[in-house]
């Protein structure tokens, strides 16, 4: 698991090093709809590609963008570039997540911030947080000092905007789901309302684990506080 991990992170060095470059005006531009039906950037592209070339040696990879590439005892979920819109946008909130399953059970997981190098990484009991800037790694702590929490998809569910308001939580909707999910531990709660892909959500799930968990058909709430989660569980449950 060291050598994936080792290799995840190299791969994510060269997609951060490439961002934060002056990217050139074709990697803005949109090349069809990727297999998780959102349109593709040049720049979802290449990450994919450089992601691909670091794990495709360990088994198959089934990519947000390109589908299901190789095959092997492994299996890599990967969302090449989380929070694309946000990137294109320059808005700086947005990553890249990768859970490595075996017989249908996630085994690791990385998920990058490209936009602040940060990283978590979590594998066999290991569950750390470092930064693509440099090799020191630290325990993911909770946070309980958090003011808000992350609704992401808010602005397509108003009537629990509403409800959430009514009960005094604030939070914020930054736009990249499993770098949000990665977060959980520093904010007060994660709820995400929406299609459930799993490009988006099993490497954030599976670092989520040891916090409160809500998951049905649409919805995934995630929470340390237990009030904090019985109080919106049962808000969304309502809906």
């Known amino acids: 698991m060291e050598t994936i991990f080792n290799d995840l ?9 490439l961002i934060h470059l002056p990217m050139d005006e074709s990697y803005y531009q949109y ?66 997540s990768v859970a490595l399953q075996k017989e249908n059970k996630t085994i690791l997981s990385f998920i990058v911030n490209f936009a602040n190098a940060d990283f978590f990484i979590k594998y066999d009991g290991f569950y750390k947080k470092g930064s693509l800037l440099h090799e020191h790694l630290k325990d993911v702590r909770p946070n309980y000092h958090a003011k808000v ?20 939580f604030k939070f914020r909707s ?44 649409d919805k995934i709430l995630v929470a340390k506080s237990k009030e904090i989660f019985d109080n919106i569980k049962e808000l969304i449950s309502k809906g």
């Open 149 to 168: 929490g992350i609704f992401e998809k808010a602005y397509a569910n108003p009537s629990i905007v509403q409800a959430l308001k009514e009960r005094g």
């Open 31 to 96: 090349s069809g709809v990727g297999a998780g039906g959102d349109r593709s950037s040049k720049i979802d592209l290449v990450a994919e590609k450089i992601f691909c070339e670091a794990i495709a040696k360990y088994g198959k990879v089934i990519s947000e963008e390109s589908g299901e590439v190789g095959s092997g005892a492994y299996t890599f979920i990967l969302d090449p570039i989380d929070g694309s819109d946000n990137l294109l946008s320059r808005f700086p909130y947005f990553g890249a």
């Open 174 to 217: 930054p736009g990249a789901v499993a770098l949000s999910l990665a977060y959980a531990r520093y904010v007060n709660f994660v709820l995400f309302v929406g299609e459930l892909r799993s490009y988006d959500v099993e490497a954030g799930l599976h670092q989520c684990q040891g916090l409160y968990l809500y998951r049905k058909e």
């Open 9 to 17: 992170k190299s791969a994510a060095k060269k997609i951060y090093d």
